[in-house]
């Protein structure tokens, strides 16, 4: 079965500081794709990042960076010198296959303040 | 780049009614999946198509029906509708199923029953 499991249900944190959002995965699939979606008050899901089950080279982009673990079924998500534009509710998302339906699989989210 | 159009933004509606929710592909784009977010909640899949046929269903209640048309674009016709349906309605789309990890995302429609 496909799940995605995000425990940290709010998070808050004051300007500047570094925050970890978790991420957690099953599924029995060897070839997998995983996202993360942050989506702000607005209710549009904006798209961060993908990766798929064979790379597991960490990325960065600005203040963003994940953390794959295949090992720990995990992608962490760090957001580095938070600003209040960060503030939103982040998905963190797995994509089926055509065994297990091609639609994604959210977690929960997790949703970030980030306080002045 | 064109993205998923979904139309309209917002609709409301009273308990017992009907509503009808459109989603535009991205040009090209031959499958669109429906997926349904209800207030503080994840977005749950609830059925897609490929190629004008149905190709997976999730939690759509019997009340819900959604077909894709012939220019790709797909309907979400919703009947009898109640409070419960209150929700933020994403569409998506990809260029076919082998790729349907590249799914891009409207801008959704958010629906409230009253």
């Known amino acids: 079965a496909q799940k995605v499991t995000q425990a940290q249900t709010e998070i808050s944190v004051v300007e500047k500081e570094d925050v970890t959002l978790d991420c957690v995965y099953e599924t029995r699939d060897t070839t997998y794709y995983l996202f993360w979606y942050k989506q702000p008050p607005s209710g549009e899901l904006v798209f961060l990042i993908r990766?798929?089950?064979?790379?597991?080279q960490n990325e960065i982009s600005g203040r963003y960076s994940w953390n794959f673990q295949k090992s720990t079924s995990s992608f962490n998500f760090t957001i580095t010198a938070s600003q209040v534009v960060d503030s939103a509710v982040y998905f963190c998302?797995?994509?089926?296959?055509?065994?297990?339906?091609?639609?994604?699989?959210f977690g929960t989210g997790t949703s970030l303040t980030v306080i002045p | 780049a064109a993205g998923v159009i979904q139309s309209p933004r917002h609709l409301i509606k009273e308990k017992r009614e009907t509503a009808t929710l459109k989603c535009y592909p991205i040009p090209r784009h031959d499958t669109v999946y429906w997926y349904q977010q209800g207030p503080g909640q994840d977005p749950q899949f609830l059925i897609s198509f490929y190629e004008k046929m149905q190709s997976d269903k999730g939690s759509i209640p019997d009340r819900f029906s959604a077909q894709q048309f012939s220019d790709y674009h797909s309907e979400l016709n919703m009947s009898s509708l109640e409070l419960g349906d209150s929700a933020l309605y994403f569409c998506a789309s990809s260029l076919g199923l082998a790729v349907s990890y590249e799914q891009y995302f409207g801008p959704g429609t958010r629906l409230t029953v009253t």
């Open positions: 990766r798929n089950s064979f790379d597991e």
């Open positions: 998302a797995l994509s089926g296959t055509s065994n297990t339906g091609n639609q994604f699989y």
